[in-house]
């Protein structure tokens, strides 16, 4: 599977999941994986989903407008960089967001995401 289709499967499955079952996530992250969130530093697994877990809405509806990829050193990882807009519950307007993933492979020959960083994109 070339990178481009590994990057695009990668963002499908991470916002299909998260829109549905957030802690589902959890398996993507490891002990050393960092979440940005806004500005926020999260690291580990378990932190990581439960903050992404605690977030203030029920209902999320991603949609991806942008997904770039970039190799990433020499065991085969990768940069995705995600940009779109979800649509929270009950909120009239969708909000812009943009979201970078190093995704390292592992072993049994799927990735995990060892770094992830998101931001609002207000305007």
Do not use: W
């Not at 490891?30 to 992404?52: C, N, R, Y």
């Not at 009239?92 to 592992?106: A, D, E, N, V």
């Amino acid at each position: 599977m070339d990178p481009e289709s590994v990057a695009k499967a990668f963002v499908e499955h991470y916002y299909r999941t998260f829109d549905s079952n957030r802690a589902a996530l959890g398996g993507l992250y490891q002990e050393g994986s960092m979440l940005t969130f806004e500005g926020d530093k999260i690291q580990g697994a378990p932190a990581i989903v439960a903050k992404i877990s605690s977030l203030p809405f029920q209902q999320c509806a991603h949609a991806i407008s942008t997904v770039d990829c970039q190799p990433s050193g020499p065991s085969g990882g990768m940069l995705v960089f995600a940009s779109g807009s979800l649509q929270l519950g009950g909120e009239q307007h969708p909000l812009k967001f943009s979201q970078m993933f190093h995704l390292i492979p592992t072993p049994q020959g799927s990735f995990y995401v060892l770094n992830d960083i998101f931001r609002l994109n207000y305007a």
